[in-house]
């Protein structure tokens, strides 16, 4: 038990107090702009399930490989919280509150935005050159996939979840998610499990940019702070 709690701990208990005391202290002024992201997947989930509202969720939200670029990218920031047709909308809902939401305490609204999104375009830039590509590569992906409807929060959820992990060091947790979307390509070769693959890279790169930056910058710091001590003056007894 005492392994246990120690490896509970050492895994979680960094991002466990910063979560607890954010909760504690600020309660649900702490994620206003995950709130905000429920509230609008609801409200896409509404309108899309009406006689009258498909469509236009399809021309805002609603992101094809066979789309025009322009078109994608305009689409694809809305994509994220358009839920998918058929999966249960109580899925996207409890990913953005969770997964959003302990983002935005741990890296700020728009950090978790940013990855969000670069996450996102990372699966649909994946689906288009899997397509270009064919199904006879490696990489590629059957024509049929062209016409795929790609919505849904699942890619920014998986890149969150990875780059919140690298951030407090929960590494079991990151390797269980790397793990668990491995499995899920080799078990269900589809299009999704391709583009949760392609977030996964997508925000590796970013933290080894990050990281990168950090690594810099601590250097620099070390830097002035020795330049400042060789160039004070001399003690005199």
């Not at 969720?57 to 078109?71: E, M, N, S, T, Y």
């Amino acid at each position: 038990m005492n392994t246990v709690s120690a490896f509970a701990r050492r895994e979680w208990g960094p991002l466990y107090a910063t979560l607890r005391h954010a909760v504690v202290t600020e309660k649900c002024r702490a994620i206003p702009m995950t709130l905000g992201a429920v509230c609008l997947t609801a409200f896409f989930q509404l309108v899309q399930n009406q006689s009258w509202g498909l469509g236009p969720v399809r021309d805002i939200g609603f992101v094809k490989a066979d789309d025009p670029l322009w078109v994608a990218l305009l689409r694809t920031p809305l994509s994220l919280f358009v839920p998918a047709l058929d999966l249960p909308v109580w899925g996207a809902l409890a990913q953005v509150l969770l997964v959003f939401g302990i983002a935005e305490i741990c890296l700020g609204k728009w950090r978790t935005l940013v990855i969000a999104y670069v996450s996102t375009l990372a699966g649909t830039t994946c689906a288009r050159i899997g397509v270009s590509l064919g199904p006879d590569h490696i990489l590629g992906l059957p024509a049929s996939d062209a016409q795929v409807v790609d919505t849904g929060p699942s890619a920014a959820v998986i890149g969150l979840a990875l780059f919140v992990c690298w951030r407090y060091r929960a590494w079991f947790t990151a390797a269980i998610v790397v793990v668990a979307m491995i499995v899920e390509v080799l078990v269900k070769n589809n299009l999704a499990g391709k583009e949760h693959l392609a977030a996964i890279v997508a925000v590796f790169t970013v933290i080894g940019i990050s990281a990168l930056r950090r690594r810099r910058r601590r250097r620099r710091i070390q830097l002035s702070r020795t330049s400042g001590r060789s160039g004070a003056p001399p003690i005199r007894s």
